[in-house]
């Protein structure tokens, strides 16, 4: 028998094996009701499972949905035919127990079903995960309730997720011509529409240089920013923003070799930088993944059934434990999210001809 261990964003997963097929897959959260140990007698082979992993990996980066796996579970005939009919539960859906036990022809047995859905010696790719109770609400997982809601919490922004890029493409976004334009058009964009923030980055043209705007006094700097609205406060946040760049030379690359935490506590420091716009500028000018949470990120989430948090970094914090940290994902999701919501989700939703619509809770 051989086993391995592989790390994933989720929490690390133990695949045990052999030539009849794959026979264990832990998730190691240690919140769980089960406990798993390696035994002695198993034997260390990273290889083994090498197209296990790939397929694994797939599915956490959103790109698989069906796993194509040889299984070799224990169980009794009864757990085994269960654990079939779970694996038809489609990617991002969830069903009960009720429904399982209908589809095996005994509506009764619902009780069994969750007692032989408790037994899975494979989950996620037997998708155990995917049952909840009659009422909505999670119960009993294995593994812990906390990794169940992650797993369906992660299938379902993925699902999101492909379904935009699918129908948008992907999209270009931050729209800015340098590193630094970038960062003013964020405190620019603040309290008004992006149409208002581009027109006073348009009315400062050339001076929209750091070392000009350092040079340039704050009120003349508040004339040309007019457009984007509380320009005489913006002016102050670009002057503070600006001498902070200053401490790097106002050179980006010098910024980016500081650790994340470290800049984004820097930033915050910033006089009228708060964490929308310090997260904006550390993924899109500075290259650290942040997933940033903005008025039509609250609104799109919120429509679709997930529960939003008012607390800022405890929403970001949701949706980064689920979805890996690429910074080419968050900046593009961000991108989708922000183009979705001018064309469809805008306050007063215009559903007709959604790419979202079936999937949509519409709460609104």
């Known amino acids: 028998m051989y086993y391995t261990i592989m790390k994933t964003h989720i929490c690390d997963i133990i695949l045990v094996g052999d030539e009849s097929g794959l026979s264990h897959l832990h998730l190691d959260t240690s919140k769980g009701k089960r406990v798993f140990e390696i035994e002695n007698n198993w034997i260390y082979n990273n290889e083994f499972f090498k197209e296990i992993i790939v397929q694994i990996n797939a599915y956490f980066l959103g790109k698989l949905k069906n796993f194509s796996i040889k299984l070799n579970p224990a169980g009794t005939t009864y757990q085994k035919k269960v654990w079939k009919e779970l694996g038809k539960i489609p990617f991002s859906e969830t069903c009960t127990y009720k429904d399982i036990a209908v589809r095996i022809g005994n509506p009764k047995a619902a009780r069994a079903i969750g007692m032989a859905n408790s037994k899975n010696p494979i989950p996620l790719i037997v998708p155990c995960h995917r049952v909840i109770g009659s009422n909505g609400k999670l119960t009993g997982f294995a593994h812990g309730l906390e990794i169940k809601e992650k797993l369906i919490r992660f299938e379902k922004i993925s699902t999101v997720y492909n ?52 040079k340039m006094a704050t009120e003349e700097l508040a004339e040309f920013i007019k457009p984007s609205g509380y320009y005489n406060q913006k002016a102050i946040k670009i002057k503070a923003l600006t001498l902070w760049f200053q401490s790097y030379d106002f050179r980006i690359e010098a910024a980016m070799e500081i650790d994340a935490e470290a800049l984004r506590k820097e930033l915050l420091n910033v006089d009228g930088i708060g964490k ?34 008012v607390d800022y970094d405890e929403f970001r914090i949701r949706i980064e434990s689920v979805v890996e940290k690429n910074i080419d994902i968050y900046s593009r999701y961000h991108a989708l999210i922000v183009e979705h919501s001018k064309q469809f989700c805008t306050k007063v939703p215009l559903c007709d001809g959604c790419p979202l619509y079936d999937l949509c809770e519409k709460n609104i």
Request: a negative charge; proline letters at 5%.
């Open 276 to 309: 929308e716009t310090a997260d904006c500028i550390l993924t899109y000018s500075l290259k650290k993944p942040y997933f940033v949470i903005d008025t039509y990120t609250r609104r799109f989430f919120k429509r679709l059934g997930f529960d939003v948090p």
């Open 163 to 214: 379904m935009l890029l699918g129908y948008y493409g992907d999209l270009n976004w931050w729209p800015a011509d340098s590193d630094y334009e970038m960062m003013v058009g964020a405190v620019l964009t603040q309290n008004t529409t992006w149409r208002n923030a581009a027109k006073a980055i348009a009315n400062l043209g050339e001076n929209l240089l750091p070392e000009k705007i350092t």
